[in-house]
């Protein structure tokens, strides 16, 4: 083995360890990326979480529609003459003995 022979191994030796120390050096960054990255996403899953909680909580279901409209309906100015009239509609059905017929709910 001749002395250029022994540098040229000597220099595949160096970049061999240079290498070897840029992939752990690449490994720790990408490591750190994701447990980077890992948080943010339990950030943003925590967010989106709290925003279909909010979401559904302030959605309205059918009968708590039905219940609001009703109690609206009850404050118009009009709701008393209105019942006045399906009172005395009920009235004159029993009097002429018409069943009653369907109304909306």
Known sequence: MTLDD???LIQKDLV??????????IR?????????LRNEMRIGFKNLN???KMITDTMVSKADLANTL?????????????ADLQTRV??????????PTRRAA
């Open 90 to 99: 009920n009235v004159l059905e029993s009097k002429l003995g018409v069943k």
């Open 28 to 36: 720790e960054d990408a490591k750190e990326d994701i447990r980077v």
């Open 6 to 8: 022994f540098a040229v």
């Open 70 to 82: 009703a109690g609206e309906l009850a404050k118009a100015p009009y709701a008393r003459q209105i």
């Open 50 to 52: 709290d925003d279909v």
């Open 16 to 25: 061999r360890m240079a290498t070897k120390d840029d992939i752990k050096a």
